[in-house]
Nanobody, 116 residues
């Protein structure tokens, strides 16, 4: 089993920044890629950014150039630095970890609200 705990969400004005953190515990050695997804009410959960265990990254077109995903394996933590936030970025953000066994793990979600 892998447990994921997110932190760092909150309320920010348009143009502002936030950094999300996701701390993993449990069977850390089973974790491969990690990522961040987001979901608005009534919409499908969508991939925001993903990072492989080797450090290669993948971003949604809507966040390229504004968001940066990184991971610190010594701390078993993945981060999402979000800059130039706009109202469309408002959502619940979920941390995700893919196990080498094929199981997907999810955090509980953290609310990000961009509003003036």
């Amino acid at each position: 089993q892998v447990q994921l705990v997110e932190s760092g969400g909150g309320l920010v004005q348009p143009g502002g920044s936030l950094r999300l953190s996701c701390a993993a515990s449990g069977r850390i050695s089973y974790i491969g890629a990690m990522g961040w997804y987001r979901q608005d009410p009534g919409k499908q959960r969508e991939l925001v950014a993903q990072i492989s265990r080797f450090g290669s990254t993948n971003y949604a077109d809507s966040v390229k150039g504004r968001f940066t995903i990184s991971r610190d394996d010594a701390k078993n933590t993945v981060y999402l630095q979000m800059n130039s936030l706009n109202i469309e970025d408002t959502a619940v953000y979920y941390c995700n970890a893919g196990s080498i066994t094929g199981i997907m793990y999810w955090g509980q979600g953290t609310q990000v609200t961009v509003s003036s």
